[in-house]
């Protein structure tokens, strides 16, 4: 099996998060996506939290599969800024899954539990590398000549910038709205790493 054909596990783990964040709300009632986290869906004690597990169960596993894959598909490029950034947008995923997993927030409880404390932590870490991660792999695209790479690299450092901002100034009914675009621009550029991994294009020297 050829290396590039595990990139297709980034299209999967879109997928399996997609259909979590869409189809979980049918098992929570007064569920309103527009004020409410995505992380309520699968929080521990939520109604819907055995529903978005069993959606969401694609989503980390495929999620690592496809970034180790490009780490060692990107391994011979000559960027090192390129090369970082995406082996930090690996320790990302690796973070998201592990951590998310051993801390679920707990449904009913503030941000003062100990679980929900080291989820927030979680959160922080997961955001602070992404948008590490996004920095340099957009800056060493353009110098690998992956230009198309580099534009996707800046549109989701852009969600994810509108994502914490939005939260933050905008009014609570338009919180979840928000908090979407952050969550949504990391499993969406995993996924384009892992199409690009598929297509063959780190293989390539230009797009």
């Given at each position: 099996?050829?290396?590039?054909?595990?990139?297709?596990?980034?299209?999967?783990?879109?997928?399996?998060?997609?259909?979590?964040?869409?189809?979980?709300?049918?098992?929570?009632?007064?569920?309103?996506?527009?004020?409410?986290?995505?992380?309520?869906?699968?929080?521990?004690?939520?109604?819907?939290?055995?529903?978005?597990?069993?959606?969401?169960?694609?989503?980390?596993?495929?999620?690592?599969?496809?970034?180790?894959?490009?780490?060692?598909?990107?391994?011979?490029?000559?960027?090192?800024?390129?090369?970082?950034?995406?082996?930090?947008?690996?320790?990302?995923?690796?973070?998201?899954?592990?951590?998310?997993?051993?801390?679920?927030?707990?449904?009913?409880?503030?941000?003062?539990?100990?679980?929900?404390?080291?989820?927030?932590?979680?959160?922080?870490?997961?955001?602070?590398?992404?948008?590490?991660?996004?920095?340099?792999?957009?800056?060493?695209?353009?110098?690998?000549?992956?230009?198309?790479?580099?534009?996707?690299?800046?549109?989701?450092?852009?969600?994810?910038?509108?994502?914490?901002?939005?939260?933050?100034?905008?009014?609570p009914s338009v919180f979840g709205l928000f908090e979407r675009f952050s969550t949504f621009s990391v499993v969406v550029f995993n996924a384009v790493l892992g199409m690009y991994l598929f297509l063959g294009k780190f293989?390539?020297?230009?797009?």
């Open positions: 099996m050829k290396l590039s054909k595990l990139g297709i596990c980034g299209l999967i783990s879109l997928l399996s998060y997609t259909a979590m964040v869409v189809f979980s709300p049918l098992a929570y009632p007064g569920y309103d996506w527009m004020t409410m986290a995505v992380s309520d869906l699968g929080a521990a004690g939520a109604p819907s939290a055995t529903l978005a597990s069993q959606l969401n169960a694609l989503f980390g596993p495929c999620a690592v599969v496809s970034i180790m894959a490009v780490c060692v598909a990107v391994a011979g490029r000559k960027s090192r800024v390129f090369r970082w950034g995406i082996y930090l947008y690996a320790a990302m995923e690796w973070l998201c899954n592990v951590g998310y997993t051993c801390f679920p927030w707990v449904a009913g409880a503030d941000s003062s539990h100990f679980q929900n404390r080291m989820h927030l932590a979680v959160t922080v870490l997961v955001v602070v590398s992404s948008l590490a991660g996004l920095i340099m792999i957009g800056i060493g695209a353009g110098k690998e000549n992956l230009k198309s790479l580099r534009i996707w690299a800046f549109v989701c450092l852009a969600a994810m910038l509108i994502g914490p901002m939005g939260t933050s100034l905008l009014p293989d390539e020297k230009r797009d």
